[in-house]
């Protein structure tokens, strides 16, 4: 009869581990949705990599990008809890967002300018002139930008850092120059009728410019301001309040994204064309021999949040007036997802 009893025990013990394997088994598997508010830009590469190589797939991640504007309309969106991610530029907007304790972390910095040329990249983004002679004369050195109408992509922006280095270099400032908001194509524009005597501009629309003989490279981003963040990635509430491994996850299946990125615009040009290909379906460069005459942005294949580089993007900020409200840093950067990444791959060899 014990043995009977002790039998007929084994067997719903073994039922009920069963059972219980199997539902693990299923919720390990079902992938957790995850919104990530961006632009269909080139400089968010890996995002699309990483989706189209299906290495979100592979962190049992089902990964819908929301194409809902820009930086600021994206923190809207994570703050409202409309996504879980998003990426945008270190801007006022983010650091005024954080001083008044909304709850972002920034857990990466996505896209620099490279901060050395060892790496093989430069940056998308270079000042340019005109293809004619502007009234006031040539600009050959930093000092003839004294008195110049100059196009930026934004105010308090990279962009704007990046003109004030240019200006140091003339022994000017800011004050020695008139700043003008004007970005993309709205370049050629402000050029053919004299509105802007220089302007920053970012890829593809600087080899596009060139190409239509509307403007010529003078200096590139990185020359000036090498290292400097132009994008991060943030977490909003959504995913940053969860207590499990996704986070560490999603950045997991982003960083080997970002090495496929190095591979393929950097020196060893591997597997090049599929990422062309896939950055064609994804953004707005459509044409596929644009990439490889395009400068790039550098993304840091070893996962950073790049907390030194931003603290001096803050300080700027603060010292030029956008930030009225200094915030805390340490509450805002939050680097174990990048660290979490970096135990699971290992590190990539860089120069």
């Not at 040539?138 to 196009?151: E, F, M, N, S, V």
């Not at 270099?169 to 004050?175: F, Q």
């Not at 010529?216 to 909003?236: C, D, Y």
Request: hydrophobic share 45%; proline share 6%; with cysteine.
């Amino acid at each position: 009869m014990l043995a009977k009893i002790s039998s007929f025990a084994a067997a719903i013990a073994g039922l009920f581990i069963a059972a219980s394997t199997n539902a693990a088994a299923q919720n390990s598997s079902t992938p957790v949705h995850l919104d990530v508010a961006t632009q269909a830009l080139t400089t968010q590469a890996p995002l699309f990599i990483a989706q189209e190589k299906g290495y979100f797939a592979q962190e049992r991640l089902e990964v819908a990008f929301q194409f809902i504007g820009g930086g600021t309309v994206n923190l809207q969106a994570l703050a409202i809890k409309q996504a879980d991610i998003a990426t945008g530029s270190p801007s006022p907007a983010l650091w005024n967002a954080v001083a008044r304790e909304i709850p972002i972390k920034v857990t990466a910095a996505i896209s620099s300018l490279s901060p050395d040329p060892a790496t093989g990249f430069t940056s998308a983004m270079w000042l340019v002139l005109p293809t004619g002679t502007p009234g006031r004369g040539p600009i050959k050195t930093y000092a003839d930008l004294k008195g110049r109408t100059i196009g930026v992509l934004g105010r308090g922006l990279g962009a704007e850092i990046f003109v004030d280095a240019a200006l140091q270099k003339g022994g000017l400032t800011l004050k020695d120059a008139e700043l003008k908001e004007v970005r993309g194509a709205d370049v050629y524009v402000a050029f053919t009728n004299g509105a802007v005597d220089a302007a920053t501009e970012i890829e593809p629309f600087v080899t596009l410019g060139a190409d239509k003989g509307l403007l010529v490279r003078w200096k590139n981003a990185a020359e000036l301001t090498p290292g400097r963040v132009a994008a991060v990635m943030m977490f909003g509430p959504r995913l940053s309040d969860r207590t499990d491994d996704v986070g560490a996850r999603f950045m997991t299946a982003w960083t080997r994204a970002a090495r496929d990125y190095n591979d393929a615009f950097g020196p060893k040009h591997r597997d090049e064309d599929r990422v062309v290909k896939i950055l064609t379906t994804y953004t707005d460069v459509k044409d596929p021999a644009l990439y490889p005459r395009m400068t790039w942005h550098y993304v840091d294949p070893n996962c950073t949040t790049a907390a030194d580089v931003l603290k001096l993007d803050l300080e700027w900020d603060v010292e030029h007036g956008y930030v009225q409200k200094k915030p805390d840093l340490g509450a805002a950067i939050d680097d174990r997802y990048c660290q979490a990444a970096l135990k699971k791959l290992g590190r990539y060899p860089t120069p």
